[in-house]
T-cell receptor, first 115, second 113 residues
Framework: KAGVTQTPRYLIKTRGQQVTLSCSPI?????VSWYQQTPGQGLQFLFE???????NKGNFPGRFSGRQFSNSRSEMNVSTLELGDSALYLC??????????????FGPGTRLLVL | AQSVAQPEDQVNVAEGNPLTVKCTYS??????LFWYVQYPNRGLQFLLK??????LVKGSYGFEAEFNKSQTSFHLKKPSALVSDSALYFC???????????FGKGNQVVVIP
């Protein structure tokens, strides 16, 4: 199976702009989670989507939003970019079994630089 | 809220020696524990997990981890380290019924030839 794919891989934006990142999960995986990785804060959970519904949200401002489509692909959007939004944004997908959530598998990430 | 502590910033080990990366956790109820590895400019690669069962879990690339409930620890081990094991290692925990992973700060492992 193909792994989790994320596009674009690299992005440069300026303060005040908005950005949309895309994630395609592993085939058959219906849960998609997003994480932000920075040197200072480490890996932080942004949100999780399952069946086009946001099921869980981390402690990030409302400028960070996401959505999931019927084919389980997901996008996240950051509006009014700030310098501190520069980070590696990681998407992870996982299947759902009768036992509950399974292992999350990560994509290569999108590296966002805000100037 | 769930949390993970990885007390060491960097672990240096000579090639061929045993490698241990420490992790302690805090969670309500039974923990779901994971180890991931990250190479430069890459995403996270899954190594192994503990859900239930044997306290010693075997994973990819010769890694294993030992779950200790009384010490709330889940240390990662490899009997004989390789130079190619040099990378950033993350321990993560989640609660049952919740797909939100809480990560430790990560440990940089440097294997010296």
């Amino acid at each position: 199976k193909a792994g989790v794919t994320q596009t674009p891989r690299y992005l440069i934006k300026t303060r005040g702009q908005q950005v949309t990142l895309s994630c395609s999960p592993i085939s058959g995986h219906r849960s998609v989670s997003w994480y932000q990785q920075t040197p200072g804060q480490g890996l932080q959970f942004l949100f999780e989507y399952f069946s086009e519904t946001q099921r869980n949200k981390g402690n990030f401002p409302g400028r960070f939003s996401g959505r999931q489509f019927s084919n389980s692909r997901s996008e996240m959007n950051v509006s009014t970019l700030e310098l501190g939004d520069s980070a590696l944004y990681l998407c992870a997908s996982s299947p759902i079994s009768s036992a509950g959530y399974e292992t999350q598998y990560f994509g290569p990430g999108t590296r966002l630089l805000v100037l | 809220a769930q949390s993970v502590a990885q007390p060491e910033d960097q672990v240096n080990v000579a090639e061929g020696n045993p490698l241990t990366v420490k992790c302690t956790y805090s969670v309500s109820g039974n923990p779901y524990l994971f180890w991931y590895v990250q190479y430069p400019n890459r995403g996270l690669q899954f190594l192994l997990k503990y859900i239930t069962g044997d306290n010693l879990v075997k994973g990819s690339y010769g890694f294993e981890a030992e779950f200790n409930k009384s010490q709330t620890s889940f240390h990662l081990k490899k009997p004989s380290a390789l130079v190619s094991d040099s990378a950033l290692y993350f321990c993560a925990v989640r609660e049952k019924g919740n797909n939100r992973l809480a990560f430790g700060k990560g440990n940089q492992v440097v294997v010296i030839p």
